[in-house]
């Protein structure tokens, strides 16, 4: 149980056109996804996180008109890279997390495979 | 602010020796810490985790991880490493809101 599934695995786009990678719990509700961003050889860093049904709170210094996120379902999010330049090329990596089961308590976070996004 | 620091960019080892992966946290409460594996262009499987209770966490493929509040660490530790095991380790640690903050992570080489 717990998959996260990403499409596509791997996009190649040219610079000014936008690309959309989907995310989704395959067997489970997933009432907060989070995207994530990591660069070659160096660590994930958040990028925002998503609420079924509300908007997504993004991380300091992230665009949120460059990366629109979309959770219209409580099994799929999306973000959407617009206008892609060479320097979006990364891997972004989705997680999901199931309804908190009471107050203080915590949800394990499950990771999606990755999309790696190159932009020429 | 909370943060992970995994101060050995990269480790070697030779197949069937030990393994230790340093992990070094800063929070102001009980931390929730995690230690994740990914294989080259994957996502991250979850090895163990701690929450709370016993300092000693036993994870899947062998690994083990002990908290140690006194030195604000969770330093991962496998007995016999396997060629398999060559990826790249993450710490992470749960902060508010439920986001996990990740160390810089450690590439684990595996000598035949």
């Known amino acids: 149980g717990a998959v996260v599934s990403q499409h596509p695995s791997w996009v190649i786009c040219k610079s000014g056109t936008s690309v959309k990678i989907e995310c989704r719990s395959l067997?489970?509700?997933?009432?907060?996804m989070f995207w994530y961003r990591q660069f070659p050889k160096q660590s994930l860093m958040l990028m925002a996180t998503s609420n079924e049904g509300s908007k997504a709170t993004y991380e300091q210094g992230v665009e949120k008109d460059k990366f629109l996120i979309n959770h219209a379902s409580l099994t799929l999010s999306t973000l959407t890279v617009t206008s892609a330049h060479p320097e979006d090329s990364s891997f972004y990596i989705c997680s999901a997390r199931t309804k908190q089961a009471a107050t203080g308590s915590y949800n394990e976070q499950f990771f999606g495979p990755g999309t790696r996004l190159t932009v020429l | 602010a909370q943060s992970v620091t995994q101060p050995d960019i990269h480790i070697t080892v030779s197949e069937g020796a030990s393994l230790e992966l340093r992990c070094n946290y800063s929070?102001?409460?009980?931390?929730?810490l995690f230690w994740y594996v990914q294989s080259p262009g994957q996502g991250l499987q979850l090895l163990l985790k701690y929450f709370s209770g016993d300092t000693l966490v036993q994870g899947i493929k062998g690994f083990e991880a002990e908290f140690k509040r006194s030195q604000s660490s969770f330093n991962l530790r496998k007995p016999s490493v396997h060629w398999s095991d060559a990826a790249e380790y993450f710490c992470?640690?749960?902060?508010?809101?439920?986001?996990?903050?990740f160390g810089g992570g450690t590439r684990v080489l595996v000598k035949p």
């Open positions: 067997d489970f509700q997933a009432t907060t």
């Open positions: 929070y102001g409460a009980t931390p929730y």
């Open positions: 992470a640690l749960k902060a508010a809101g439920n986001k996990l903050t």
